[in-house]
């Protein structure tokens, strides 16, 4: 369905009823087209540089090692100074952070790791393999020639990328930055998110009767912070149209995507469509063959983005996964990660009704001969509740057309911690 569709004193809901829906993939890859890669470029020091997206590939400034060096406690030596002999005097100690030194005629000198192989030295002894007797050495058994020595340039040459462009930054790239010398990169600037729930039915702390508490704002604020975006609380809309447009009309620009919770499907007070439109916005797509989450939007205001979940909670989990995820992904400069694609086993038999996508919580409960994860099944399909993805290990999901999962059937899932924006 496309925007032409949806405009304004249109009848859309009546359009809908009469229209196939998106399937999910081409929902993805609508929410995907509403977002282009961000060029805003920040300089952050490597401390702060965690979960952010470099911009460009990093390449070493040198090489690493940086000298020779070795790979061990024991001693430095020439092999052409043993000569059918087994002891050699100890004329130094070199440790690590020394200036190399050089390895007199017909000696060893004492080395510790790391430190620079003395000039002349072609291979280290290790300590174990040897008698050490303070102003000699005994070698038990002759080295190979390099034994023991980390050579200049072994790990990395000089100008080797070490992180490709629009990485995300993880841990072990801090540690590679470091060892680099390096303090600071140019990475792309946060999505900002605006993020709303609705419904006069929500309330934040005790709730009066009648009410319930907010859960869709809190969770999507921390599944977006967790995936790098700079995320902005802009509270729970009333269930009233005039109020919905205006909050819309007043962000100004100031976000790259708009993500809101409710109010997206055909009832009498679903108003976030018609208060998008009203806004200015345009409506690019609505209702998914995909369940939890059928009457998912797509659209823009502005500059910006607009991706309107349902109002309930674990729709509004699958509904980050699967599309807004790939749309932060796409902001960065990153490659989108396929949802759901890592082969697992069913632990389970399931009969469904078939025609949307279906997506579920499972837990990973061991491995068949294979390797592959054996997963359980968790919860009864219902979209209200959050209970079942707590003792969750990921998500998995079958085909629209799929009726019947038998216990050894095939099945792809997307485990939680690989789930997010792509590296």
Request: charged share 20%.
């Amino acid at each position: 369905m496309d925007g032409a569709s949806f405009r304004p004193g249109c009848d859309c809901d009546d359009l809908a009823l009469h229209h196939a829906l998106l399937s999910h993939e081409d929902a993805r890859n609508l929410a995907l087209g509403l977002v282009r890669p961000m060029r805003d470029i920040e300089t952050v020091p490597l401390h702060a540089a965690l979960g952010r997206h470099c911009t460009t590939d990093i390449r070493a400034p040198h090489a690493m090692p940086a000298f020779d060096n070795s790979a061990m406690d024991g001693f430095a030596l020439r092999l052409a100074d043993l000569d059918g002999r087994c002891c050699l005097p100890v004329a130094g100690c070199v440790a690590a952070g020394d200036a190399p030194g050089t390895l007199p005629p017909d000696a060893a000198m004492r080395i510790y790791t790391g430190a620079p192989i003395p000039d002349g030295a072609d291979c280290v002894v290790m300590v174990e393999a040897c008698i050490d007797k303070g102003d000699r050495v005994h070698i038990d058994a002759a080295p190979t020639p390099g034994a023991n020595i980390r050579r200049a340039g072994s790990d990395q040459s000089s100008g080797e990328v070490l992180i490709a462009a629009h990485t995300r930054i993880r841990p072990h790239h801090v540690g590679l930055l470091a060892a680099n010398g390096l303090n600071a990169i140019a990475v792309t600037r946060r999505p900002r998110v605006a993020v709303y729930s609705t419904g006069d039915e929500l309330s934040e702390g005790v709730c009066r009767p009648g009410h319930i508490p907010d859960a869709n704002r809190p969770m999507l604020c921390a599944l977006l912070a967790e995936a790098g975006a700079e995320v902005e609380d802009r509270g729970i809309l009333p269930d009233d149209l005039d109020a919905t447009a205006a909050a819309f009309a007043a962000l100004d620009d100031r976000f790259d995507l708009i993500v809101t919770s409710g109010a997206v499907s055909m009832g009498g007070k679903d108003h976030v469509r018609a208060a998008l439109r009203a806004a200015g916005g345009d409506l690019d797509g609505w209702r998914v063959a995909l369940k939890p989450g059928k009457p998912v939007m797509f659209g823009r205001l502005g500059t910006a983005a607009f991706t309107g979940l349902p109002g309930n909670p674990f729709a509004v989990h699958v509904g980050f996964h699967l599309f807004v995820a790939a749309q932060l992904a796409r902001l960065v400069g990153a490659t989108p990660a396929d949802f759901a694609t890592d082969p697992a086993v069913a632990g389970f038999d399931w009969t469904r009704k078939p025609g949307r996508a279906e997506v579920f919580p499972v837990r990973r409960t061991g491995h068949d001969t294979a390797g592959r994860p054996v997963l359980e099944r968790l919860g009864k399909s219902v979209s209200a509740t959050l209970a079942p993805l707590a003792a969750a290990d990921g998500l998995a999901m079958v085909p629209a057309a799929t009726h019947h999962v038998a216990q050894g059937d095939t099945i792809h899932w997307q485990p939680f911690c690989t789930a997010g924006v792509a590296s």
